[in-house]
Every structure is written in structure tokens, then in C-alpha cells.
């Protein structure tokens, strides 16, 4: 588990490597000091002690033989060295030195002291030692020689000069006593240097991952910050960058798939719309061939009713004329649904439009004793196709006077409203049930359930107004008034003259 969470966090990791890094360093420092302590030391103290003895040899060269024990004495105390004067005969020099190894004569014995440290050693060259023995082993100990020339003498002495170590091996043993709290404190200095390096080395690297992946949620609200230069700053300041160019792309992306989305919406509707409209056209075909077909086989055969020809045939064309209209204001559609039919925009004068389709069907108003009131304002000016426009006012027409009773009043407005052109059709002795009014414009629905020709037309009628209507960016709306319904068509403005309102028509 531990071993898991370390290679899953890189504070962790760099934590660590620090550590080890650190430790390693200050070890291999501290046995480096150790090593080359004891090398140095002699090195330097080597280096200090040969300068002192060229000194020496200058002073003692102005001196005699026998006044040279003060300076030996004066240099050992300065130097803190073993020294000994060897004659050119190989013996030790007696110099009457109180600290350098001198020959002292005691009954018929001879004795070398030699002076170390705050003890005297002593040899006695009548049992095992002489002083040749003496100078060889001195000689053979002794860091630094020298030659010595006396004043007035023409042999040379040769001085041996061997420092003390015991200096050198309390160097090394004050080292060892120490390395514990050394080693402590670089410890602790390690661990302290590797928690704030690991952390501010990985804090920003641990935040620009949050924020990755937060990105990788699809989050892209947060921003990194970075004020840094380095490669680090450079990486959040382009995780910012990605992140606004991906939330920008995103927003576009959804808006294209909303945008999408409601093109198949529609798409799927206007199928919907197509089924719906060719199932109800095949209904509305099939009820009238029905009836022509049957008519047709019993005037061939002559049964019954059918021998009576002229009647049925009379029939038989009117049930063919209604099946050419239908028809023909399915082609009409179709044609308008698929935009093959093109729109003209010509100026046309609704309220002259208006008058000659009343003119064109005065005689079905008079067929049904319906008495029709106009009020035609001249020079309402819309923009439009003509034809188009002409069939939308005969089926507003057509449609109050199917749909009224007889001596029912047809009043007719044309004028404008809130400074837009607009034509009113409103036919008495009528009601329409609230619930039907939306579903009005919808193919093939008529209010009246029966589907009765003699009461109604195919129920294309206000689906193609609508449709037109549409097409020239007008509105159209059916609402029930005190006496029938009235059905409102407000175009586009194009020419707006001071003119009377609808409340002329009454």
C-alpha cells in the first residue's frame, strides 16, 4: 500500500530523492574531512615547521657550538617539535639544550634523553643503546633535515626535525566524537531542505494536474494563475489557453448540436406533417372515387335508382369537380412545400385584390341568401405575389360563406391596423368551440366531425391560407365574436396612409 502511494505521489518521490541526495552529500563531505584531515594537517603543520627550521639555521649559524642550546630550547617550545643536532661524526651534538635530545654522562655509563611532551625518555647506551643508535633512529624519523654551520667552524652539523602527531590524532578523534550531532544535524537539514525543495518544486506541477483534470471532466471555469517564467508558468498559461479555446469550441460545438438537433426536430415534424397530410388526403380521395364508382356501375347496369342518368351523372360530375379541387389545392401545397412555386414580390392593392374576389363570388352569397357588408379602404398597398395572395382572400371568403348559415351577414374590412395593412372576414350565426380554434390551420381538420360536404369543404382551405400567409411574413388569427367568427390577416407595411378603422364596417 505504501509502496503504491509512493509511485502515485511525486511530492512523495521528490521528497524522498531529496532526502537521499542531501544525506549522501553530506556524508561523502564529512568522510572526505575525515580522510583528508590527518594528510593536511601534517601537510600544513610540515609547510609551518620547515619555515620555522630555515629560521633556525640562520640564527644558529651566527652562534657557537656551545651557546646553541637556548635557541634549540627556544625553538622546540615555538614549534612544539623533537629536534637533535648530529655532529660530522655521526654522534649527537651535546648542546647543553634543556628539550632536544642530548647525550648526559653519568658515571662510566652514557645516557640520551630525549624530551617528549611533558615525559623524558631515556636510553642507556651502556646496556642496550648507544647514541650512534639514537641519531639513526632520529634520523629516520625526522620529517625535516637540515645542515647547520657554526661561526668558526668549518664542519657541518646536520638537525633533525620531527613534529609531534599527537595533534593529528586528536584532529581525528574530535571528528569521531562529533560525527553523531553531525550527522543529526545534517539530518535534520536534509529533511527540512527536502520538504519545502519537494514542495515548492511539486506544489504548482500538483495543482496544474488537479486543474488537468478538472479539463478532463469537461470543467473548464478554472485557471492555473501562474505568474512564474519558468517552464512550469509557461505550462499553466498554456493550460489556460487550451482550457478557454476548448470551452469556446465546446459552447460552439453545443450550440451547432442544439442548432442540429432542432433542424432534425423539424425535419422529423414536417415528415410527421407529410404522413399526416397524405394519409388524410387518401381519406379524403378515397370517399369521393367510392361514391363516383358506385354511381358509375349502377348507371351502367341500371338498377334501381340509377336508371335515372341525368341525375346521377349530375352527381357524378359535381363529386368529380370537388375531387379537381382537392386536388388541385394539393398541388398547390405540395408545390408551396417544396418551394417550386416561386414568390413574386409585386406591390398589390389589398383592398382592389379584395373587391374582385367578392365580385368573383357575389354568386354564392346570393345562392345562400347571405347578405354581404364591405368596407374596402382604397390604396392599402402590401407586398406580394398577386395570385397567391388572391387565392388566400377567395378561400377566406369561400370558407365564411360555406360555413355560415343562410341570410347569415358576411361583413368584410380592409384597412389598417396598428399601421400595418390588414383584412378582416367575419361571418355571423357561427361558433366555433375553443378547443378547435388552434387546430384550425392544421390540413385536412375541420371543426364540424361529420365530414359532411354539404356543411364544409375538404379542410385545406385555412392550411393553405396559413401557408401563403406565412410565405409573405403575415399573420392570421380565428377568434369567436359576439355574432360568428371573425378571421384577421395583418400583413407587412407598406403603405400607410391616413385611414379609416375597422369600426367602419359595422
Known amino acids: 500500500m505504501r509502496r503504491k502511494k509512493l509511485s502515485e505521489s511525486l511530492t512523495a518521490r521528490v521528497f524522498l530523492i531529496t532526502l537521499l541526495i542531501l544525506l549522501s552529500a553530506g556524508a561523502v563531505t564529512f568522510g572526505l574531512i575525515a580522510w583528508a584531515t590527518p594528510s593536511t594537517y601534517t601537510a600544513v603543520v610540515t609547510g609551518d615547521l620547515t619555515a620555522q627550521v630555515d629560521q633556525l639555521v640562520d640564527q644558529l649559524a651566527g652562534t657557537e657550538e656551545q651557546?646553541?642550546?637556548?635557541?634549540?630550547?627556544?625553538?622546540?617550545?615555538?614549534?612544539?617539535?623533537?629536534?637533535?643536532?648530529?655532529?660530522?661524526?655521526?654522534?649527537?651534538?651535546?648542546?647543553?639544550?634543556?628539550?632536544?635530545?642530548?647525550?648526559?654522562?653519568?658515571?662510566?655509563?652514557?645516557?640520551?634523553?630525549?624530551?617528549?611532551?611533558?615525559?623524558?625518555?631515556?636510553?642507556?647506551?651502556?646496556?642496550?643503546?648507544?647514541?650512534?643508535?639514537?641519531?639513526?633512529?632520529?634520523?629516520?624519523?625526522?620529517?625535516?633535515?637540515?645542515?647547520?654551520?657554526?661561526?668558526?667552524?668549518?664542519?657541518?652539523?646536520?638537525?633533525?626535525?620531527?613534529?609531534?602527531?599527537?595533534?593529528?590524532?586528536?584532529?581525528?578523534?574530535?571528528?569521531?566524537q562529533m560525527a553523531p550531532w553531525i550527522l543529526l544535524v545534517l539530518l535534520i537539514f536534509s529533511l527540512l531542505c527536502a520538504l519545502v525543495y519537494s514542495r515548492y518544486i511539486t506544489r504548482p506541477i500538483v495543482r496544474l494536474s488537479g486543474i488537468a483534470g478538472k479539463m478532463a471532466q469537461l470543467d473548464f471555469q478554472w485557471e492555473s494563475g501562474e505568474k512564474r517564467r519558468d517552464e512550469i508558468g509557461r505550462l499553466g498559461r498554456s493550460l489556460d489557453q487550451m482550457a478557454r479555446k476548448l470551452s469556446a469550441a465546446l459552447t460552439d460545438l453545443e450550440g451547432a448540436n442544439r442548432a442540429l438537433r432542432g433542424e432534425v426536430?423539424?425535419?422529423?415534424?414536417?415528415?410527421?406533417?407529410?404522413?399526416?397530410?397524405?394519409?388524410?388526403?387518401?381519406?379524403?380521395?378515397?370517399?369521393?372515387?367510392t361514391i363516383l364508382?358506385?354511381?358509375?356501375?349502377?348507371?351502367?347496369?341500371?338498377?334501381?335508382?340509377?336508371?335515372?342518368?341525368?341525375?346521377?351523372?349530375?352527381?357524378s360530375l359535381q363529386t368529380t369537380g370537388r375531387m379537381e379541387n382537392l386536388i388541385g389545392e394539393m398541388l398547390a401545397i405540395s408545390r408551396m412545400e417544396s418551394g417550386a412555386a416561386a414568390l413574386r414580390q409585386e406591390t398589390v392593392d389589398l383592398s382592389a385584390l379584395t373587391a374582385g374576389r367578392l365580385q368573383q363570388d357575389a354568386e354564392l352569397f346570393r345562392q345562400r341568401e347571405q347578405e354581404l357588408v364591405s368596407a374596402l379602404t382604397p390604396g392599402v398597398l402590401v407586398t406580394g405575389d398577386p395570385s397567391l395572395l388572391g387565392r388566400a382572400v377567395g378561400n377566406l371568403l369561400s370558407n365564411a360563406a360555406l360555413y355560415s348559415p343562410q341570410r347569415a351577414r358576411i361583413r368584410v374590412w380592409c384597412g389598417f391596423r396598428d399601421s400595418r395593412p390588414a383584412l378582416t372576414v367575419e361571418n355571423t350565426g357561427a361558433r366555433i368551440p375553443e378547443e378547435a380554434l388552434p387546430h384550425l390551420f392544421e390540413a385536412f381538420y375541420r371543426a364540424e366531425t361529420s365530414r359532411n360536404r354539404s356543411t364544409g369543404g375538404s379542410g385545406l382551405g385555412l392550411y393553405l391560407v396559413k401557408m401563403i400567409l406565412d410565405r409573405h411574413e403575415a399573420t392570421c388569427a380565428v377568434e369567436n365574436t359576439e355574432d360568428g367568427v371573425k378571421v384577421t390577416a395583418q400583413f407587412l407595411p407598406c403603405h400607410s396612409p391616413g385611414l379609416p378603422t375597422e369600426d367602419m364596417v359595422r
Open 293 to 315: 364508382k358506385g354511381q358509375l356501375s349502377g348507371m351502367l347496369e341500371g338498377v334501381g335508382v340509377y336508371q335515372d342518368r341525368d341525375k346521377y351523372l349530375l352527381r
Open 67 to 176: 651557546s646553541c642550546g637556548p635557541l634549540l630550547d627556544q625553538f622546540i617550545r615555538t614549534s612544539g617539535a623533537e629536534a637533535m643536532l648530529v655532529g660530522p661524526d655521526g654522534r649527537i651534538a651535546d648542546t647543553g639544550s634543556q628539550l632536544a635530545v642530548q647525550p648526559v654522562y653519568e658515571d662510566s655509563s652514557l645516557v640520551i634523553t630525549s624530551v617528549q611532551g611533558d615525559s623524558t625518555v631515556t636510553y642507556d647506551a651502556g646496556t642496550s643503546h648507544t647514541d650512534d643508535t639514537v641519531a639513526v633512529t632520529m634520523s629516520e624519523q625526522a620529517a625535516i633535515t637540515a645542515e647547520v654551520r657554526f661561526a668558526g667552524q668549518e664542519d657541518s652539523y646536520t638537525l633533525y626535525v620531527t613534529p609531534r602527531m599527537e595533534a593529528e590524532n586528536l584532529a581525528v578523534r574530535a571528528l569521531a
Open 265 to 289: 426536430e423539424r425535419e422529423r415534424e414536417l415528415d410527421r406533417q407529410r404522413m399526416a397530410f397524405f394519409n388524410a388526403a387518401s381519406h379524403e380521395l378515397k370517399t369521393p372515387v
